[in-house]
């Protein structure tokens, strides 16, 4: 080590929150590897770090990309650093030997590219046993109707982080109505744009505010569906 380059494990776990929040601002996929791995040594648990050391950096970056302090090129490069950090916590939040619960298809709507919710979404989906099919980003609705009847899915869910995708939810939900199979899927929508009202009015069965939250949905959600098909 550089005799000016600072030791991640010297800090403290507050010391090193924060310098985790600066070096995903500044889009440092190494480093970010780096304290996530010091963190699980430390017997943190992967959603905390999630949590508190990655999601939350990343909304301070969320802050200056909207007040035009960071650009495109700069969000790119914490974006990729935040999926460095995710791609170790990965595994160990989707270990389960539990039996599979309901299979969810699940993608960010069509003109929307952000993934990094929706992919912190089916890490723990999966964690909770679901299986997840992971459609990626700038879906069609076609994709979301084909794929959900090819899977036999009990869930579709969608992500959209833009004002300007989130209307494109209504489509999938109308297409769906159109073609008779609404009643036969758990619709669920997710994005920072959203919210409940917005869920409502456009006949999504749920909003979910966060990934942990999307997995208590999905799950009471599944449970009711199965409890009234027995009846
Ligand atoms: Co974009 N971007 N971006 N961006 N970007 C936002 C969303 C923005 C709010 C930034 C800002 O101005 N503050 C703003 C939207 C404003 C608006 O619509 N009102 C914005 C903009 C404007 C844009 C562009 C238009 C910028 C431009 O080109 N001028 C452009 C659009 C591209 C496009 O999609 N067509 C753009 C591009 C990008 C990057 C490519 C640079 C990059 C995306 C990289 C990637 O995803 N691979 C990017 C990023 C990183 C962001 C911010 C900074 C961070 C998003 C993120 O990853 N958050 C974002 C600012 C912000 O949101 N604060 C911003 C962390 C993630 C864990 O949270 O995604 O909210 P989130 O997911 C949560 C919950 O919402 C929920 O659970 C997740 C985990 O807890 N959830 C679900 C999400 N999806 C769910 C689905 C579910 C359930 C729950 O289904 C069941």
Same mark, same amino acid.
């Given at each position: 080590? !550089?005799?000016?380059?600072? #030791?991640?494990?010297?800090?403290?776990?507050?010391?090193?929150?924060?310098?985790?929040?600066?070096?995903?601002?500044? *889009?440092?996929?190494?480093?970010?590897?780096?304290?996530?791995?010091?963190?699980?040594?430390?017997?943190?648990?992967?959603?905390?770090?999630?949590?508190? $050391?990655?999601?939350?950096?990343?909304?301070?970056?969320?802050?200056?990309?909207?007040?035009?302090?960071?650009?495109?090129?700069?969000?790119?490069?914490?974006?990729? $650093?935040?999926?460095?950090?995710?791609?170790?916590?990965?595994?160990?939040?989707?270990?389960?030997?539990?039996?599979?619960?309901?299979?969810?298809?699940?993608?960010?709507?069509? *003109?929307?590219?952000?993934?990094?919710?929706?992919?912190?979404? &089916?890490?723990?989906?999966?964690?909770?046993?679901?299986?997840?099919?992971?459609?990626?980003?700038?879906?069609?609705?076609?994709?979301?109707?084909?794929? !959900?009847?090819?899977?036999?899915?009990?869930?579709?869910?969608?992500?959209?982080?833009?004002?300007?995708?989130?209307?494109?939810?209504?489509?999938?939900?109308?297409?769906?109505?159109?073609?008779?199979?609404?009643? #036969?899927?758990?619709?669920?929508?997710?994005?920072?744009?959203?919210?409940?009202?917005?869920?409502?009015?456009?006949?999504? #069965?749920?909003? &979910?505010?966060?990934? !942990?939250?999307?997995?208590?949905?999905?799950?009471?959600?599944?449970?009711?569906?199965?409890?009234? !098909?027995?009846?």
């Amino acid at each position: 080590m !550089a005799d000016d380059e600072l #030791d991640l494990n010297s800090l403290d776990d507050n010391e090193l929150t924060e310098q985790m929040w600066d070096d995903l601002y500044d *889009g440092l996929a190494d480093a970010i590897e780096e304290g996530v791995t010091i963190f699980l040594k430390r017997g943190w648990t992967p959603y905390d770090i999630l949590t508190k $050391a990655l999601v939350e950096g990343m909304r301070i970056v969320g802050v200056d990309f909207r007040d035009g302090i960071l650009f495109v090129p700069e969000v790119l490069l914490s974006a990729n $650093a935040m999926k460095a950090g995710m791609s170790i916590l990965r595994p160990l939040l989707v270990e389960t030997g539990a039996p599979k619960v309901g299979k969810m298809v699940i993608g960010t709507v069509k *003109g929307d590219i952000h993934d990094i919710g929706k992919n912190l979404v &089916c890490m723990m989906m999966e964690g909770a046993g679901f299986e997840v099919i992971d459609l990626g980003i700038n879906n069609p609705v076609d994709n979301y109707i084909n794929a !959900a009847i090819e899977h036999q899915a009990e869930i579709i869910g969608m992500s959209a982080l833009l004002t300007t995708t989130m209307p494109y939810m209504k489509v999938v939900i109308d297409a769906l109505k159109e073609k008779g199979l609404r009643n #036969d899927y758990i619709v669920l929508v997710g994005g920072a744009p959203l919210n409940e009202a917005f869920a409502d009015a456009i006949g999504a #069965d749920a909003y &979910c505010r966060d990934a !942990a939250v999307a997995v208590e949905t999905a799950k009471s959600l599944v449970s009711r569906r199965q409890g009234l !098909a027995q009846v």
